[in-house]
């Protein structure tokens, strides 16, 4: 209860910063999303600018869809239905037989959105991860223009040099813990990353402790997800000079 009335302070002083700055917040727009594991949570009342805010069981912050329970359905089936859509766009606009075109259209209009903060929502479990490859599927097929059933789209992958987009999200989570064993990124480092003690032949010299998980949420998070990938990296790779370099890499 202690916590309930600190947080309600704190949406107090959000008022008081909001006229002093001239802003205007929009309560109707706010929402109350708990996040917890308790059978009886403690349920309070919050209010904002005299007005009560609602409770969800999902919110969207920052273009991602966070959910109690947290799970990354809702956010994966919006991102894909989203991206299907823009796909479906493309499709009844472009009306051009090249495949270069197509492909650049895929890759500025569509594919962006399937990787938008994929950091934070990388999927662990193959229905999600599908979910996400079909879309590309579907789009490797009309830059081909091969829709006949008995057409390959492995193949076509493979023709075009499109890489998985789960491969590209794991790269995409490799860079951003570069960007924060570095500091290349407002994230403090010694708060999340505990150096290994110990150098192999095969190991470098910025390899990082696994934390400890006890939930399955928590497993696949960022850090306790890519720390076992980043330590087998390449030496040459994991103390790259620069981010151009480890790119590169």
Same mark, same amino acid.
Request: a positive charge; hydrophobic letters at 35%.
């Given at each position: 209860?202690?916590?309930?009335?600190?947080?309600?302070?704190?949406?107090?002083?959000?008022?008081?910063?909001?006229?002093?700055?001239?802003?205007?917040?929009?309560?109707?727009?706010?929402?109350?999303?708990?996040?917890?594991?308790?059978?009886?949570?403690?349920?309070?009342?919050?209010?904002?600018? /005299?007005?009560?805010?609602?409770?969800?069981?999902?919110?969207?912050?920052?273009?991602?869809?966070?959910?109690?329970?947290?799970?990354?359905?809702?956010?994966?089936?919006?991102?894909?239905?989203?991206?299907?859509?823009?796909?479906?766009?493309?499709?009844?606009?472009?009306?051009?037989?090249?495949?270069?075109?197509?492909?650049?259209?895929?890759?500025?209009?569509?594919?962006?959105?399937?990787?938008?903060?994929?950091?934070?929502?990388?999927?662990?479990?193959?229905?999600?991860?599908?979910?996400?490859?079909?879309?590309?599927?579907?789009?490797?097929?009309?830059?081909?223009?091969?829709? /006949?059933?008995?057409?390959?789209?492995?193949?076509?992958?493979?023709?075009?040099?499109?890489?998985? $987009?789960?491969?590209?999200? $794991?790269?995409?989570?490799?860079?951003?813990?570069?960007?924060?064993?570095?500091?290349?990124?407002?994230? *403090?480092?010694?708060?999340?990353?505990? *150096?290994?003690?110990?150098?192999?032949?095969?190991?470098?010299?910025?390899? !990082?402790?696994?934390?400890?998980?006890?939930?399955?949420?928590?497993?696949?998070? !960022? !850090? *306790?997800?890519?720390? *076992?990938?980043?330590?087998?990296?390449?030496?040459?790779?994991?103390?790259?000079?620069? $981010?151009?370099?480890?790119?590169?890499?």
């Amino acid at each position: 209860t202690a916590d309930c009335q600190t947080l309600q302070d704190d949406l107090r002083a959000l008022q008081r910063w909001e006229k002093h700055w001239g802003m205007a917040f929009h309560p109707e727009k706010c929402s109350i999303l708990r996040v917890h594991r308790k059978r009886k949570p403690i349920l309070h009342d919050y209010s904002l600018k /005299n007005h009560v805010l609602t409770s969800d069981t999902t919110t969207r912050y920052l273009g991602v869809e966070l959910a109690q329970n947290l799970s990354w359905n809702t956010n994966i089936d919006k991102t894909c239905k989203k991206a299907n859509s823009t796909l479906g766009f493309i499709k009844r606009n472009l009306r051009i037989n090249n495949e270069e075109v197509k492909s650049s259209a895929y890759f500025s209009l569509v594919r962006p959105g399937l990787e938008y903060c994929s950091s934070v929502w990388n999927p662990h479990t193959q229905t999600q991860k599908r979910k996400l490859e079909m879309v590309q599927r579907r789009a490797a097929r009309f830059a081909t223009g091969r829709y /006949n059933n008995r057409s390959s789209v492995t193949e076509m992958l493979e023709c075009l040099g499109w890489e998985s $987009l789960e491969s590209r999200r $794991l790269k995409s989570q490799l860079t951003m813990l570069f960007k924060i064993a570095n500091d290349l990124v407002d994230i *403090p480092a010694e708060k999340y990353l505990t *150096p290994a003690h110990g150098c192999t032949r095969s190991a470098h010299r910025k390899k !990082f402790i696994q934390p400890t998980t006890s939930t399955s949420h928590y497993s696949n998070s !960022f !850090f *306790p997800r890519t720390i *076992p990938v980043w330590n087998t990296l390449p030496a040459t790779v994991a103390e790259a000079p620069d $981010l151009v370099s480890f790119k590169q890499g």
